[in-house]
């Protein structure tokens, strides 16, 4: 049963987008990344205030 749960999450968040990638065109998919690590960046941001608070 783990080994399935395992299998199943690595579809999901592995296979699922890698189609997405695949099917987009080349300004879309870099599009797509740009926002991605934009997000990153963000999220980054927030941990490391927060961590200077503490």
């Known amino acids: 049963?783990?080994?399935f749960f395992t299998v199943f999450l690595v579809v999901l968040f592995v296979?699922?987008?890698l189609a997405t990638v695949f099917a987009e065109s080349d300004s879309e998919?870099?599009?797509r990344i740009l926002k991605e690590l934009q997000e990153i960046k963000a999220?980054?941001?927030i941990v490391?205030?927060?961590a200077t608070q503490q």
């Open 1 to 3: 049963m783990k080994k």
């Open 15 to 17: 296979a699922a987008p």
């Open 48 to 50: 490391k205030i927060r």
């Open 43 to 45: 999220e980054l941001q």
């Open 29 to 31: 998919k870099l599009d």
